[in-house]
């Protein structure tokens, strides 16, 4: 931020005031509010904190570039560069002064190789004065993954003598080619292996020390990878700078994920998204280990709006430079994107193996070493175990990550990103990595006390490093099944047991109201005694098979990407925070889950007597509860079902049989509902029917509206199932 002198006081002190707007909106910011796994949205200044003085004349701008003979023995840099003065210097007296620069060129260990020249310049003709310089190098020392060297050119500008001003550029001199059939640095073949890398410390979240970002990217050199995506956050500069002195090539991203088409295909979100992302060139076009800008992530493999708007991001970035693009997509495109030079493949969890075949098709059109898999993360909640076939342990990681690294290899293609280096939170709670109520997404190599002594940080090193083989273990795959899905099936069956054959009335009410249920209800509407005592405990029982079904599929759902992402289209952490809970705490959820299943009672009812008050007749309180209760008895046949269904579901076999009969059957106990109040109503089905769905549209339709217009809810579901369905594909 720019302060020109004439802003300040001179006899008084001087005050800056920072006013930090950090919301993030559903459709009008750069990232966008609804992000999958993104780091934490903190605000505030993260970033050192400094003045700098500015002289009245000095450097305004200063670039270098170069270019490689064909043996690269020599390298021709060429500085350009501009100074600027301010409307004082054009008065008389000061066009006596004397105005002159010279650059020199020190290695990376601080060495002098050469002093370019020494040039005289005046501002007679306006207040900027432009010039450009080369310079030929003999036998360059070439930059390289395995041979980090690197240059720093100085230039100084001097004023009688004086220094005034005075910048530096750190250039790295390297000739790296992509075809379609090969990755060539220096006229070497190679392969980017890379993790993306996420900035946190779990104690000061994104405030991390130099000291800190230095031992994350050792780390990452350690273990043999060659790059670093940073996605999904903007790198800090000495991240930058650690990259090319540790020998690593640098993907910067634009941070957009999962982003609706219908968003896209707007001129303003168009629009801003170009800006955006031409702030970003210009903010990093003069660090020279940035090979790469992505233009973001989870985009749809089948979608032409996406194409199109990468297409047009693409673009910008090749006007601006010589960077190669590259996109994240959910699924494999089938066609080749104008301007994009790679494209990503993002797994979570899936074996790259299932996209095979269009893979294959893919590769064929556009060239093997143009594809690559962008981002591919196994999350680890369960720690060490036996064996890979233990799900998301250490384990299961290291053998995920294994088998990444040989598809990668065997089809030739342009390399892999592992995601990512360390754990680190976010802003919402999530489901597929396990609830926990520090929001902390466990999806990195090594833990949050970044201890190397695990399986997975020894795979990748071997693999990457062509060291010895690290064998993963195979171990015996767990049932996560909970016991008290049974115990409590098992209690409330032998309760229903022993409620039926308590009285021989009870049963053959039980068995009218199933299979009769017309005249049963006519037989409430007629005040046909009943006993409450035994109603109410058949009620308990209803209730409880309701929660323990509730508690199968929560459970089962826990580690659903989709079903996280719907819940994320509401924006709401309130809504993910009480869906986690549930899903990965089972017991808990079942005395939850029993108490909503009795407001739910108590709210159908009550809607029910509210709305008896435009009848023709009076309707007791009690013809409804015992309507509602008998309604709604099927729930206990269920209750042998639910003893298994958890078990059945993880099978994957029946699932979507399974969820047909269970809508089918909802769907009966709904009529049997809607049965039995129309019979004690004495009014027509129809009237029942009518009134009930134009209020349950009214509820639902008003709650998705209002998420839809504050938080576009439905273009995020929409981009949510179509992303699910190509990562079955």
């Not at 070439?142 to 060297?149: A, I, K, Q, V």
């Not at 990259?243 to 896209?264: H, M, N, R, W, Y």
């Not at 005694?529 to 009620?539: A, C, E, K, M, R």
Request: with cysteine; aromatic share 14%; proline share 3%.
């Amino acid at each position: 931020v720019e302060l020109p002198k004439d802003l300040f006081n001179f006899q008084s002190k001087n005050k800056i005031t920072v006013k930090i707007s950090s919301g993030l909106n559903s459709r009008n910011t750069i990232p966008l509010k609804q992000r999958f796994l993104f780091p934490p949205n903190v605000g505030g200044l993260v970033r050192d904190v400094y003045l700098s003085l500015v002289p009245n004349e000095g450097i305004s701008n200063f670039s270098v570039n170069f270019q490689l003979n064909e043996k690269y023995s020599k390298a021709e840099l060429n500085f350009n560069f501009e100074f600027a003065g301010s409307k004082k210097i054009l008065e008389p007296d000061t066009l006596e002064h004397t105005y002159k620069y010279y650059i020199k060129i020190f290695d990376n260990s601080g060495i002098l190789v050469d002093s370019i020249r020494t040039k005289k310049f005046d501002f007679r003709d306006n207040s900027k004065f432009a010039d450009e310089a080369s310079y030929q190098m003999n036998n360059p020392k070439l930059w390289s993954p395995s041979s980090p060297n690197f240059y720093k050119c100085r230039i100084t500008l001097l004023k009688d003598d004086e220094i005034i001003d005075e910048t530096t550029k750190i250039l790295s001199i390297s000739n790296l080619v992509f075809s379609k059939d090969s990755i060539k640095l220096n006229d070497e073949e190679i392969e980017l292996n890379g993790v993306t890398y996420i900035q946190f410390n779990l104690k000061n979240e994104t405030l991390v020390t130099f000291n800190e970002l230095e031992s994350d990217f050792r780390t990452i050199k350690n273990i043999g990878f060659n790059s670093v995506r940073f996605a999904k956050e903007h790198p800090h500069p000495y991240a930058l700078y650690l990259c090319q002195k540790f020998g690593l090539f640098a993907f910067i991203d634009l941070p957009l994920d999962s982003v609706p088409e219908e968003f896209t295909s707007s001129t303003d979100f168009s629009e801003r998204a170009s800006g955006y992302l031409k702030q970003l060139i210009t903010s990093y076009k003069n660090y020279s280990s940035v090979t790469g800008i992505g233009l973001g992530s989870g985009y749809l493999a089948d979608s032409e709006i996406h194409a199109d708007f990468i297409s047009s991001l693409a673009s910008e970035v090749k006007n601006s430079g010589s960077k190669i693009t590259y996109a994240s997509f959910k699924g494999v495109p089938k066609n080749e994107i104008a301007s994009l030079d790679l494209i990503g493949l993002e797994l979570f969890t899936e074996s790259p193996a299932l996209y095979e075949s269009n893979i294959e098709d893919l590769a064929s059109l556009i060239g093997r070493k143009r594809v690559f898999i962008s981002e591919a993360s196994y999350p680890v909640f369960n720690g060490s175990s036996s064996g890979y076939l233990h799900e998301f342990s250490s384990e299961a990681q290291a053998k995920y990550f294994e088998d990444l690294s040989e598809f990668s290899k065997t089809k030739n293609l342009g390399g892999f990103f592992i995601s990512t280096l360390n754990n680190y939170k976010g802003d919402f709670y999530s489901l597929s990595l396990s609830f926990n109520r520090e929001k902390l997404y466990k999806v990195g190599i090594i833990n949050r006390e970044k201890n190397t002594n695990v399986i997975s940080y020894k795979v990748l090193q071997s693999k990457l490093n062509n060291g010895e083989r690290v064998t993963v273990p195979i171990g015996s795959k767990t049932d996560d099944s909970p016991l008290l899905f049974i115990v409590f099936g098992l209690f409330l069956a032998v309760a229903m047991g022993i409620l039926i054959n308590s009285k021989r009335k009870f049963r053959e009410d039980a068995t009218r109201a199933l299979l009769r249920p017309y005249n049963f209800f006519a037989d409430i509407r007629d005040h046909r005694i009943l006993s409450g005592v035994h109603s109410s405990l058949l009620l308990i029982i209803i209730l409880g098979s309701h929660a323990l079904l509730l508690t199968n599929l929560f459970f089962f759902f826990k580690n659903n990407v989709l079903v996280e992402k719907i819940l994320l289209s509401f924006g709401s952490q309130n809504l993910l925070l009480v869906a986690g809970y549930l899903a990965w705490n089972p017991a808990q959820a079942l005395f939850y889950l029993m108490i909503f299943s009795i407001l739910l009672f108590i709210l159908i009812t009550a809607s029910f007597k509210l709305a008896s008050f435009f009848a023709r007749q009076k309707v007791f309180y009690s013809n409804i509860y015992f309507v509602v209760i008998w309604a709604i008895l099927p729930l206990t046949i269920l209750l042998p079902v639910e003893l298994v269904l958890y078990r059945v579901l993880i099978t994957g076999s029946f699932n979507n049989y399974i969820f047909i009969f269970l809508g089918l059957y909802g769907f009966w106990i709904f009529q049997r509902i809607m049965k039995g109040i129309y019979v004690i109503f004495d009014v027509r089905a129809i009237t029942v029917y009518f009134y009930t769905m134009v209020t349950l549209l009214l509820i639902a339709g008003g709650i998705i509206l209002y998420y839809h217009l504050t938080e576009s809810t439905v273009y995020y579901i929409i981009n949510s199932v179509k992303q699910y369905q190509l990562m079955k594909l």
